[in-house]
């Protein structure tokens, strides 16, 4: 059998409702009219009760004594039936007087009808004009504020590179905030946990961690390009480039595996390419892998992806959920974090992330997405050595901006001997060709091109 299609539900705005409840209302009021002028007509055009009455109590004077009428017309010579006739007109007369004000009042009661009923519909059209203003108000703010937002995270951002380069330029050759140091009394590494700053965490191509690229240094003035400037190398200064966000995309990740100097790809798990990324990296000979580890930011409202550390987990649920990722990705020669401002503020939650990296024998490498991290002196309280990002590449797509970068990881470099830099695998080709050109250049001023795991052959201690 054929169902039975259901009649579609009529749903009225609030402005359709006051209009049809004063149509109604005035229907009601006409109704009313017509039944008043028909009571009134009937009065006027049949006698009333009392006029019948009075003649049936007239008829039997009418058989009088022509004695009884002779002293009644002695009494009014112009006769009864003239006065009759004349009180019959005035009453006549205020009954169409009444009819008439009726009518006056219903009409005029009509009109204050209608004319509510148009200001209602009037009232009701400007609290709609005014409901759509505050959506469209609303929405606005909305667009507003998510600006404000992304625009607040770049200068933060900003902000964190100009204090890593002022912290630089304040410590002299080594500093403590972008490399922290191991615990005095810890000494080497105990049974069970391996020291990452020892040899034994970079000796190993086998895991990924080649052993770094010297470039020439006999090059002693400065070189200059079409759009950027090139000083001379200090002392074997050292440039190790990590690129984030791996995992996502096969055709983008090709772009760094092709440039001519070792680099770190960190891979994010659970993603569509992940093991196809971490692959592809091992198998290059060259690069060198990192679990780019998912944690949640200060920003609840950033998703930092699966397999990632929240707030919530207690420290035996990121030990499962990073082995589990580690196990993924895995074999690596270290771990960063993605996102991760919120837990990385954390001691206890980023010790343990530490930890992790101690007892699978690998490095961590502190993104720095926040200038409060905890990580420095959690790695000093369990005798481990960490490394931190000195400057982020590609926070626009600008070439001008990323050769700025570019730039001041050089200053550092000269300073401390060395500056790790992080973009993202998403540039594309755009990062990858600009270093592609600057490759030979830099080379030629005598910087050093090391992955993050080679930086301990030099400065691991």
């Not at 209009?19 to 009219?33: F, R, S, W």
């Not at 995992?247 to 090709?254: A, E, V, Y």
């Not at 101690?358 to 200038?371: A, E, H, K, N, P």
């Not at 000093?380 to 931190?388: N, V």
Request: glycine share 6%; with cysteine; proline share 4%.
């Amino acid at each position: 059998m054929a169902q039975k299609k259901k009649k579609p539900k009529v749903v009225l705005k609030k402005s359709q409702v006051i209009v049809l409840a004063a149509t109604i209302v005035a229907v009601c009021a006409c109704m009313l009219t017509v039944v008043t002028l028909t009571a009134l007509k009937s009065q006027t055009d049949s006698p009333t009760t009392a006029q019948k009455e009075g003649a049936s109590v007239q008829a039997p004077s009418m058989e009088a004594t022509s004695s009884e009428i002779t002293s009644i017309e002695s009494l009014s010579p112009e006769g009864a039936a003239p006065k009759a006739a004349s009180s019959e007109a005035s009453s006549q007369e205020a009954i169409n007087q009444q009819a008439d004000i009726g009518v006056a009042q219903v009409i005029a009661q009509l009109e204050a009808a209608e004319k509510r009923a148009k200001e209602a519909e009037a009232r009701a059209k400007e609290a709609e004009k005014r409901a759509s203003k505050a959506q469209s108000d609303a929405e606005t703010a909305q667009k507003q504020a998510t600006a404000a937002l992304e625009a607040q995270k770049r200068a933060a951002q900003q902000q964190q590179q100009q204090q890593a380069a002022s912290n630089v330029a304040s410590r002299g050759s080594i500093s403590s905030g972008n490399i922290s140091s191991e615990n005095p009394s810890s000494g080497s590494a105990s049974s069970g946990n391996l020291a990452l700053g020892s040899k034994d965490a970079s000796a190993s191509s086998s895991t990924g961690k080649p052993s770094s690229t010297t470039g020439s240094s006999s090059s002693p003035s400065v070189v200059v390009g079409k759009d950027y400037t090139i000083p001379p190398a200090r002392s074997g200064a050292t440039l190790a480039f990590v690129f984030d966000d791996g995992g996502q995309n096969l055709s983008d990740l090709q772009h760094y595996l092709n440039l001519p100097f070792p680099v770190d790809v960190a891979v994010l798990p659970q993603l569509q390419h992940s093991v196809e990324s971490a692959r592809r990296v091992r198998s290059s000979g060259r690069h060198e892998l990192l679990l780019h580890q998912p944690m949640q930011a200060l920003n609840l409202s950033v998703n930092p992806g699966p397999g990632a550390i929240s707030p919530s987990m207690t420290t035996t649920d990121i030990d499962a959920v990073v082995r589990k990722n580690l196990a993924e990705i895995g074999p690596v020669s270290g771990l960063n974090n993605h996102e991760g401002s919120l837990i990385t503020e954390s001691k206890i939650k980023i010790g343990k992330v530490i930890e992790i990296c101690q007892q699978q024998g690998i490095f961590f490498l502190d993104s720095r997405t926040t200038v409060n991290t905890a990580a420095p002196q959690a790695a000093l309280e369990l005798g481990a050595k960490i490394w931190e990002r000195d400057v982020f590449l590609d926070n626009t797509q600008n070439r001008a901006d990323i050769l700025e970068q570019i730039q001041r990881g050089l200053e550092v470099a000269n300073k401390k001997g060395y500056a790790i830099y992080i973009g993202h695998v998403w540039s594309g080709s755009n990062l990858a060709q600009i270093l592609q050109e600057l490759y030979p250049v830099l080379k030629s001023q005598g910087y050093i091109f090391s992955t993050v795991g080679g930086l301990y052959e030099n400065f691991g201690n």
